[in-house]
């Protein structure tokens, strides 16, 4: 049965929660109350009144499964989108000077330098692997141009017990936490150093030991496996949380939608990064959705987010590192929309001027490099000069072009790798697919590569 109730003070007390907490208008008084009675009975205690004022509809109230529901005698429809878009949170200027009054993390020189290092790497790396690839040395790979700083400043912003669930676009998490040049190349290579021994695509890294769950091509499926993680992690009582990521384009797969509402409901520590790049390969984000961002679809399913300036290191640190806390400190989810721009084509299957003028990528590779942006900032603390950037990229691209070189030379895995470490014992039908194989390969060996032991 649904009792009626009087509902008077509800709006004074959110008002104040919302002045005195900062925490975002999220609904009505009723989500206040639905979040402070969460886990009791949405039963009505016996000695509820049935009684109400009649003079206002809107202080009438539904004791509604979920939470406390008011009245209102106005027919509103709810807008399809805000008068104003959600801000952005944002601490360096496009000059690198940090915004006056502006809240952010404090750093250490020794991290500050350390991150900026690890998004040089990361270019320098990029920039070879891309070239490995146009020479026909490797068969494929994507590039982080633009989105250095979401990369290694989200990195920088978790620890090592941390989950990562990444889609494709975040090598700089796995180069943050240990992975080696040449553990990136051998991947790339496929060689029988890799540790998918050749059976994954280039750029489709994975680590056990640094937490870094291997990349999947099919997009979003990361996400609920991230809250499912999440969740291991809360019922183990761990000081840890998962943290998974995604492009915009993930965000119209229904997975996106299934993780936030599971993450939501069983209140799983899980940290939702979306890298908004404004293109999902080909497709603009207003052919995607027409809401104000990905922002705003936490708020619908419940989950507390943010929207923060991708391009902008010490904000990502920022934002990230608030997120984890509240994540793990709360057993809550957030949801961390980052704006950006991707610079380089999709992949080095893709021809991104096809899809979008060269001057608006020139505008963003000049004008809005987060790489340059934060270099300023470092530079004017007095942590870093010419002669260290010299330095530095010289070093880096020489490591890179050493690791390509041994990748090169090691042995393929056989041809047997394809089949194991799925059953104990292969079945018969699998055991009939490599016979058929080799059977192929020896018949037709000038269309499979000499270099693979068969």
């Not at 406390?68 to 000077?97: A, Q, W």
Request: charged share 25%; proline share 4%.
């Amino acid at each position: 049965m649904a009792f009626w109730l009087v509902a008077r003070t509800s709006r004074k007390i959110t008002d104040h929660l919302h002045r005195n907490i900062g925490v975002l208008r999220s609904s009505s008084a009723c989500s206040l109350v639905n979040t402070v009675r969460r886990f009791e009975s949405t039963k009505a205690e016996k000695d509820f009144s049935f009684g109400y004022d009649t003079s206002d509809d809107e202080n009438q109230a539904l004791d509604f499964p979920g939470g406390r529901v008011t009245f209102t005698s106005h027919m509103r429809f709810i807008p399809e989108s805000p008068e104003k878009r959600t801000h952005c949170y944002r601490v360096l200027d496009d000059n690198g000077k940090t915004i006056i009054g502006s809240h952010y993390q404090n750093i250490s020189k020794e991290v500050a330098v350390r991150m900026y290092s690890f998004m040089v790497t990361l270019q320098v790396m990029d920039t070879i692997f891309y070239e490995a690839q146009r020479q026909g040395r490797i068969s494929f790979y994507l590039t982080t141009n633009g989105e250095e700083a979401i990369n290694i400043a989200s990195a920088a912003a978790l620890t090592p017990d941390d989950i990562i669930f990444p889609q494709y676009r975040e090598p700089g998490v796995l180069l943050w936490r240990g992975f080696t040049i040449q553990e990136f190349a051998n991947q790339c290579f496929g060689n029988s150093a890799d540790y998918g021994k050749g059976r994954q695509m280039p750029i489709h890294y994975g680590s056990k030991k640094h937490n870094y769950v291997t990349v999947s091509s099919t997009i979003a499926t990361q996400l609920p496996q991230a809250v499912g993680a999440a969740y291991s992690l809360k019922m183990d009582k761990k000081d840890a949380c998962a943290v998974t990521y995604m492009g915009d384009g993930g965000t119209s797969e229904g997975d996106f939608h299934a993780a936030l509402n599971f993450a939501a409901v069983m209140e799983t520590p899980v940290v939702f990064i979306c890298r908004n790049n404004g293109w999902a390969i080909s497709t603009p984000t207003s052919q995607q959705f027409r809401s104000d961002g990905i922002v705003v679809k936490g708020q619908a399913y419940g989950i507390r987010s943010i929207r923060v300036d991708g391009n902008d290191t010490l904000a990502v640190y920022s934002a990230v590192h608030a997120a984890r806390e509240m994540a793990i400190r709360e057993q809550r989810p957030i949801l961390i929309e980052a704006l950006t721009y991707r610079v380089g084509h999709h992949s080095t299957s893709d021809d991104s001027t096809k899809y979008r003028p060269v001057s608006e990528i020139e505008q963003w590779r000049m004008a809005r490099d987060p790489i340059a942006r934060y270099r300023k900032w470092v530079e004017m603390n007095g942590w870093w000069n010419d002669e260290d950037e010299s330095q530095l990229r010289t070093e880096v691209r020489k490591q890179v072009l050493d690791a390509v070189q041994v990748a090169e030379r090691v042995k393929k895995p056989p041809l047997a790798e394809l089949f194991t470490d799925v059953y104990d014992q292969p079945p018969s039908n699998l055991c009939e697919q490599e016979k058929i194989l080799r059977d192929i390969v020896m018949k037709h060996p000038q269309d499979y590569p000499t270099d693979v032991p068969v």
